[in-house]
Structures are given as structure tokens and as C-alpha cells.
């Protein structure tokens, strides 16, 4: 096999080549093996209308990462793909199409309906799973699940009829979320609130007597129709004689009631608010203390219904409109305000929320909610960050009755049934034939589907075989780890913890889904804004992929994913850049940095595998001090990769690879070992290549989960055992390995290093051109250091363009000083100058000097400030110390310099 990489690094046709040969190996399957330590995760499934957008690309960036890894730790390792059915949002795309026929839903009826909405899947639902596998996502293809497949399906219709079977699903009439254009009810969770400007308006409601009015304010005036009561504090003295007596509703011209309520606040607006119990939650609360009737004056298809009279079969803002001149042409109307309030909106559709007293399916969340509760108080399951175990605690604490139906045709059809004969109703997991009360066999089933976090909330167990006893769902389950952003940890989170603990019992840790949530952080673009296509604030992660590569996109992903929940992707534009072009002329240094480091590694394993033999192995046996140095930050690598991976930063992770690899690998140890290679001493030359080996895969090793792509690639080029070649991601993750880890090394090649730099800086004070070579001399009395220094003598002068290193214990010329271990070391260079290159520099070292008596100047001005001294704090002020210390040695190491140049 060559081992001789191309010039320049393709990442497409890379990343396309590997992929292919991962899944035909069968590298992503994993097995069943009891006994065997293994690793699960089933990731959040995404809408199967979806489409990888950044929050996805963070997300599973992630996932990878940790699930490669895991497998490199040797475990059997099972991240579980698929998709949510996600019912609103499909159901839309397929009314969308029927509207551009002309037709409805209920022109084709539901059966129709759901055909067309099967052939939409199969068309259209594969996108983001496609799109994942191009982002290199070593998922189990083979066990993708789908929420409304036939064994998924058979695991809500067995979780809800336990629950109903149980008390805890009931029927009831309560005020919910209804959005008129999806025509259906959603969540409290699903309802986002945005604040708008709009008006306040303050009518007059006179008293039924004849004799005074009182005055309410209201945002909504359409719902004043469905008015029944008018209430005050009843510690409020304005209105205390009033309490009991009866108000007319104008434009219905019927008298309701002023009652008192202590929910009233008696310091906003008048302190009298009208009450309408079906049209605002909080009203309806009031309605049920004071036994109020409760009209329902809007429609679920947003207008008026007939109980709104003359108003009847507006839409809701026509109301408004005409109410308000009714009220006005009345001179009922007092004063109108501008407004911010905040306005409810559906989290699909945008459209604007309306509060309606309806007819639903709930679930008693209490008893659910103690085991979620449990879980959470007991560490049964745990968060990263922290805090966000004690937001759920706290939502759980206050948690209200969910509800689970919603008026669609695509889902979860709900499994109660009606009989025609005797009316009793009852659940069922598979469709009855016959009536279980009588032999009716003319069944009706609800017309309505569950909710689509119902379902969502059994996928841990649901996709490894649940309701069966299944050999996935006792070997991987409970699953290891939960990632999610921070989101959906209400919508989805808690709901799959009480959900596993309700149905599982029986499994290892009271049947929790997972051990550990990871809360990743939330993308946002580089104003703080939310990412968003609509909005022009999207970056589309499949075009940084084509520009910067899959590898390069994934670890500055992962570099992002901070302890801190608001991540903002960083942008440069260019003075020509064009909103109306918003992906031409902006680049990101997430992203650069991750192309460039690809590039790094590319290069430098170019050099590492033309340097090699055929019978090179890669091996842990150093000859130098080089060797030995590189060797013990290699070891300190894999120590803090691993511990930051333990920990779920990946930023650190990624961070300290980058330092590694580019730093100390490349920077340092490719230019320390160069003369290893040169050398006639055939052990020191074996022991650099062995070296560079071993450093170089098992770096990739490390580097793999966040760029599996070329590393892939570069390791099939490294020597293996036949047997071994399989592929990098399922050979073992680096151990720790103290025994190379050389504190006294390290701190003998930091000497080595911070000698060479100092003399690269004083080759570029003194203007020397790169290919002429020096005499460097060392200024030392300590033993210790000559031995260090001439021990690594070759390295010295080959990085440091040297021709002669000369250690004695003064000299003068010395223009440069450093301390190690509190030994200070005279640095000097000399070389033979023409009189026009004598006098250059010369010239440089004056402008030298006299910029450093500027700075010099400042630094004892700031210092001489008693108010600077008293004031700051003591590590500041110690800085500024050493910093006017370090000014005052190069000064006069220049002058020495400059004075020796002057009298030559």
C-alpha cells in the first residue's frame, strides 16, 4: 500500500469514499452480546420534515463524537436513528399540495388524506437522514425507527390504554390552546409568546340600575360578547358597595353579575376586569369558583359563533374592529392606549393563538410527575449542566394536567372506542371486533390523534422493542445518555423520564430511559439572533460542509459546544457583502480554523509517512530528549481528552487537541526530530520514526471522533497488522499511560525551546537573513543547563539556523535573557556583517530603543501613581512590576547591542 498522500487535501472525495465503506463493513450494526459492556443512545428524532439546519449540525456533532468514541473504548456501542412523524407540520405540507389542487382534506376524505400523506413520507421523509449520513453520523441505518411504524404504534396504543385502564387519561372540558389554522389544539409547551404592540381599550359597562357605570380594560374586544361576570378585589373599597350588584353587557344587553375574586388586582388598570371563562385561562378559573356560565363566542375556525349575535360569523378581527365602533358609536368607549403585551403564538404555523373552552383528552400529571421527581431528586438521572435538573424539578412541581388530543388525521389515532348499542366506551390496543358489554360489533372510534410528544415521550424503549420483551431492550436498556437542547427538556425530557418509570418498573434503575441529559448549547448567529432561514439569520450547514469540509464543519461544531447555553457563531463579512446574497462574501472562524487545522494535519502526515520505512512500527521506544518530550505530551494529551470527554466538554477536548497537534506535534516536534532523521546513528533515526508512528496514530486516534474523515484516511496509510486495518473506528481508544509521562523532560525541552526562540527573535532584531547561519552563545554557570543544552546541541542549531553553539559562564554580545527554573541564561548571536548590513541594524536597534524608553516612561508613570498602586488590585500591580522589569532588561540588552556595533 502507498504511503504517499496527495499534495493537497479533497475532503468530498473523501468523505464520500469512507462513508460508503463504513456502512458495507457493517462497522455502525450493533450487536446483542449479554455480558459485554455497551453503550447506547437514541438520538432525538428529528421531524421527518425536516432539514439539517445548525441546532442539528451542534447536535449531532456531539452525538458522533461521543458514540465513536465509545466504540473505541471497546464497548458494543448502539446509536439508535430515526424520525418523528411530527403531526401538525406533515399534515400541513400535504394540505399545502391539496390546496394548489384546489381541494381540501375533506374532499378526499381521511382515508384518502392518509394515503397522500404515506406517499409524502416515502418521497420527502428522508431528507435530514440522508443528510446526517453525509455528515459522516455512525448510526445503526439498519435499526432506523419511524414513530408511526407498525411495532411503534402497537407501544402508544399499550402506553395509552395502561394509562386510561389506569384513571389517568380522562375526558374533560377545560380551556386549551387552539390555533385556528391548524385547526387543532396544542400545548402550553407548543404556544411560543412574543410581545407586540398593540392596543388597550377601556370601555364602559353601565349597572344594571341605571345609576353608574364601571369602566374595564381589555386587549381583546371580540371576547367581550362572551362576558358573564365582572369582578373586583374584595378588599378593593372603590367597588366593595357594588359587589353582588349586576352590570349590563353592552351590545348583548344582558346583565351579569360583579363578584369578587381575590385573582383581581386591584392596582392595575380600574381594578375591575371583565371575565370571560371561555376565552381566557384564568377567567375560567374565576367561572368555576362563582358557577358562571361560559359561551363559547369564537369558533375553532377563528369566527364568531352564533352565541356572539349580531356579530355572528365574523372573523375574530372583524369583530374587533366592528365591535369597537359599536361600543364607540354608543359612547360606551373611554380611552384607547397603545399597548406591548405579550401575544401567543403557534410554535408551526405562527398563527396567533386562540384560548377556547373545548372538549379534550388530559392526563392526571401528578402521580406522574413524582416519578420524574424521584429521578431527579435521587440522581437517578442526572444533568449536564446542573442547573437544569432543578428547572424540571421545578416545572414537575407545578406542572398542570396535559393535554393529549388534537384534531388531526395524521398520527396517533386515539384508541377509544364507542359502542352504537349500549354506549359504553372503552380502550383498546388492537381494534375490537365486538362490544366487551354487549354484542354490538358497530363500533366508533375517536376521531382524534394524541399528541406528538405522546408518542415521542416512549422513545427510548419504544424503538428497542417495548411492549415486547425484546433482546435489545434488556441489553441497552436503560440507555447511557440523553442529548437534547435545553428546548424541549419539558416538552420531551421529563416526559420520557416519568414515562420509563410508569411502564419499565421492572427494568435496572427503577426503568429510567437514560443515566445522564446533556444540554447542548443553542446556535446563534453572530448578532445574538436565533437561527432562522425565514429570518435571513440561517447558516446552512450543508453549504459550510461543501466550503470547509464535513470534518472541518464538525470540529469547530464541537469546539462550540461550551459550558454556556447561548453559543454565537462568529462571522467576517467582506466590504461588498450582500444581504440579498447572504452566503456570498461572509466566511466563519469556527470554520476556517477547522479547514486550516484539516490542512495541518493533512501536511504534516505527508512528512510523517515519507519519512517512514517498511519496517517501521509504530512504538513508544525514544532516543532523545526530543522524543522523550513528545512522548510525555502526548501521554498528557490523552489524559486531559479523555477526562474533558468524560465530562462532556467537548470544547476542551477539541482545544487541547488542536494545541497538541499543532503546538507541540507540528510546530515542534516535526522540526526537533529532523535531525533524529539525518542521523548516522541508525537507533536514534529508527527511534524518531518509531516515534513519530506512534505519536501520529494514536493522535488520529484521538482526533477521530471529531474528524473521522481523514483520519480514516491517513490512518489506513500508517503501518498495521493486517488484522488491525479494519478501520481507525474501531481501534482502541489511546490508554493513559503514565510511564511516558517525563516531568523532568519537559521541563529540559521547554529550556531547549524558549533557547531556540530566543534566538530566532534575535536573528530577526538584528536583521538576519534566514539562510545565514550564526554563532550562538550561552551565557550560564549552571551545570545542569550546559548538560541540557549541549545534550540537544544538533536540535539547537538546526532549528535555530546555527553553525557553532558555545556555552561558557559570560560573555559579552549577550542581547537576550531568560530564566529557567529561576537560573538566568545570557543569550548572544554573532556572524559576519558587511558594513551596509552593520549599519541597518544599527538603525533598527535606535528605533528599538527609543520605542522601549516610550514604553518604559509610561509603564513608571502608571506605577509612580499612588492612586494606580492603592488602588489595583496586588496581581496587577505585581504584573505591571515585572512587566516595566522586562522592558528595562531588553532596553539594555539593546543598547548593549547598539554600543557594540558602535565601536566595532
Not at 374592529?321 to 364607540?328: F, H, N, R
Not at 418498573?505 to 425565514?534: D, L
Not at 505591571?880 to 540588552?893: N, P, S
Request: aromatic letters at 10%; hydrophobic letters at 40%.
Amino acid at each position: 500500500m502507498s504511503r504517499i498522500l496527495p499534495t493537497t487535501y479533497e475532503p468530498r472525495s473523501v468523505e464520500e469514499q469512507w462513508m460508503r465503506y463504513w456502512e458495507a463493513q457493517g462497522l455502525f450494526r450493533a450487536q446483542v452480546t449479554p455480558g459485554s459492556p455497551r453503550y447506547c443512545i437514541t438520538i432525538p428524532p428529528p421531524n421527518v420534515t425536516g432539514e439539517l439546519h445548525m441546532g442539528h449540525a451542534l447536535q449531532h456533532a456531539i452525538h458522533d463524537a461521543i458514540i465513536r468514541w465509545q466504540r473505541m473504548l471497546g464497548k458494543e456501542t448502539l446509536c439508535l436513528p430515526g424520525t418523528d412523524h411530527a403531526g401538525i407540520a406533515t399534515q400541513m405540507k400535504v394540505e399545502r399540495q391539496l390546496a394548489d389542487e384546489g381541494l381540501s382534506k375533506y374532499d378526499i376524505g381521511r382515508e384518502a388524506f392518509l394515503d397522500r400523506m404515506w406517499l409524502w413520507k416515502e418521497h420527502y421523509g428522508g431528507t435530514i437522514l440522508r443528510q446526517l449520513k453525509r455528515f459522516g453520523a455512525s448510526y445503526d441505518w439498519e435499526r432506523e425507527r419511524f414513530t408511526l411504524d407498525l411495532g411503534y404504534t402497537k407501544a402508544v396504543r399499550t402506553a395509552f390504554v395502561h394509562l386510561y385502564n389506569k384513571g389517568l387519561i380522562y375526558r374533560g372540558t377545560r380551556i386549551i390552546n387552539w390555533c385556528p389554522r391548524c385547526e387543532t389544539a396544542i400545548s402550553d409547551l407548543e404556544v411560543e409568546h412574543e410581545d407586540r404592540q398593540g392596543t388597550l381599550w377601556h370601555f364602559r359597562y353601565p349597572l344594571a340600575n341605571g345609576h353608574g357605570s364601571v369602566v374595564v380594560a381589555t386587549t381583546r374586544p371580540e371576547t367581550m360578547l362572551g362576558d358573564t361576570a365582572v369582578a373586583v378585589n374584595p378588599d378593593d373599597e372603590r367597588y366593595r358597595h357594588l359587589v353582588g350588584t349586576q352590570v349590563m353587557l353592552p351590545l348583548m344587553d344582558r346583565p351579569i353579575p360583579l363578584i369578587a375574586d381575590g385573582y383581581v388586582d386591584p392596582s392595575f388598570g380600574t381594578g375591575a376586569v371583565k371575565v370571560t371563562p371561555a376565552h381566557d385561562p384564568n377567567d375560567a378559573e374565576m367561572g368555576l369558583r362563582h358557577a358562571l356560565p361560559a359561551p363559547v363566542v369564537i369558533g375553532k375556525d377563528g369566527r364568531m359563533t352564533e352565541d356572539a349575535g349580531r356579530f355572528a360569523g365574523m372573523d375574530r378581527y372583524e369583530a374587533r374592529e366592528a365591535i369597537v365602533k359599536a361600543m364607540e358609536a354608543l359612547g360606551l368607549l373611554v380611552e384607547v392606549q397603545e399597548h406591548l403585551h405579550a401575544v401567543g403564538t403557534c410554535a408551526r404555523c405562527a398563527s396567533t393563538i386562540e384560548p377556547l373552552l373545548s372538549e379534550q383528552w388530559f392526563v392526571n400529571m401528578a402521580p406522574l410527575a413524582e416519578h420524574a421527581l424521584k429521578a431527579i431528586r435521587e440522581g437517578l438521572v442526572t444533568y449536564q449542566p446542573e442547573r437544569f435538573a432543578r428547572y424540571s424539578e421545578e416545572w414537575l412541581e407545578n406542572i398542570r394536567d396535559w393535554c393529549i388530543s388534537r384534531q388531526l388525521w395524521w398520527g396517533h389515532r386515539i384508541p377509544v372506542y364507542s359502542c352504537v348499542a349500549c354506549n359504553h366506551t372503552f380502550a383498546a390496543v388492537d381494534p375490537p371486533g365486538t362490544c366487551p358489554q354487549c354484542p354490538g360489533s358497530e363500533l366508533a372510534q375517536d376521531p382524534d390523534v394524541l399528541d406528538t410528544w405522546f408518542s415521542s415521550a416512549l422513545w427510548p424503549f419504544a424503538t428497542l422493542g417495548w411492549p415486547d420483551e425484546t433482546p435489545e431492550l434488556d441489553y441497552f436498556y436503560p440507555t447511557d445518555l440523553m442529548i437534547t437542547g435545553r428546548d424541549i427538556l419539558y416538552l420531551w425530557v421529563a416526559r420520557m423520564i416519568f414515562s420509563g418509570m410508569e411502564f419499565l418498573p421492572q427494568a435496572p434503575m427503577q426503568g429510567i430511559p437514560f443515566y445522564r441529559v446533556y444540554v447542548h448549547p443553542t446556535v446563534q448567529n453572530f448578532e445574538g439572533k436565533r437561527m432562522s432561514k425565514s429570518l435571513g439569520t440561517g447558516v446552512d450547514p450543508l453549504e459550510l460542509m461543501d466550503k470547509y469540509g464535513t470534518d472541518a464543519t464538525r470540529f469547530g461544531l464541537c469546539g462550540m459546544a461550551t459550558a454556556t447555553q447561548d453559543v454565537r457563531l462568529q462571522e467576517q463579512r467582506d466590504a461588498d457583502w450582500d444581504p440579498a446574497r447572504p452566503d456570498q462574501g461572509r466566511s466563519f472562524p469556527f470554520f476556517v480554523q477547522g479547514r486550516n487545522f484539516a490542512n495541518k494535519i493533512w501536511n504534516a502526515s505527508r512528512f510523517v509517512l515519507m519519512n517512514l520505512t517498511d519496517d517501521t512500527q509504530a512504538a513508544a521506544r525514544p532516543a532523545t530528549p526530543a522524543d522523550r518530550w513528545i512522548l510525555s505530551r502526548y501521554a498528557a494529551a490523552v489524559e486531559g481528552v479523555t477526562n474533558a470527554l468524560e465530562n462532556y466538554r467537548l470544547d476542551q477536548a477539541t482545544q487541547m487537541l488542536y494545541d497538541f497537534f499543532w503546538s507541540e506535534f507540528c510546530d515542534w516536534y516535526l522540526e526537533l526530530a529532523k535531525p533524529a532523521l539525518r542521523s548516522d546513528a541508525a537507533e536514534v533515526a529508527d527511534a524518531a520514526r518509531s516515534t513519530l508512528a506512534f505519536v501520529l496514530d494514536n493522535a488520529l486516534r484521538l482526533l477521530h471522533p471529531f474528524m473521522p474523515f481523514i483520519t480514516e484516511e491517513i490512518w489506513q496509510q500508517l503501518p498495521h497488522s493486517e488484522g488491525a486495518r479494519q478501520s481507525i473506528m474501531i481501534s482502541a481508544w489511546p490508554a493513559m499511560q503514565s510511564s511516558l509521562r517525563d516531568v523532568d523532560t519537559e521541563r529540559e525541552m521547554d529550556l531547549v525551546r524558549d533557547l531556540i526562540v530566543g534566538v530566532r527573535k534575535l536573528r530577526a532584531d538584528q536583521g538576519v537573513p534566514p539562510a545565514q547561519k550564526v554563532t550562538i552563545v550561552l551565557a550560564t554557570g549552571h551545570a545542569h543547563v550546559r548538560d541540557v543544552v549541549m545534550a540537544s546541541e544538533s536540535v539547537i542549531l538546526t532549528l535555530a539556523r546555527g553553525e557553532l553553539l558555545s556555552v561558557v559562564e559570560a560573555a559579552e554580545g549577550i542581547s537576550e535573557q531568560l530564566f529557567w527554573q529561576e537560573h538566568p541564561i545570557g543569550i548572544g548571536i554573532t556572524r559576519e556583517q558587511s558594513p551596509e548590513e552593520r549599519a541597518r541594524e544599527m538603525e533598527k536597534l535606535q528605533r528599538d530603543v527609543q520605542k522601549l524608553d516610550s514604553e518604559i516612561a509610561k509603564m513608571e508613570a502608571r506605577l509612580g501613581s499612588e492612586s494606580f498602586v492603592a488602588k489595583a488590585p496586588p496581581p496587577v500591580v505585581e504584573k505591571a512590576r515585572a512587566d516595566l522589569a522586562e522592558l528595562q532588561h531588553r532596553r539594555a540588552a539593546l543598547a548593549e547591542r547598539l554600543a557594540a556595533l558602535m565601536a566595532a
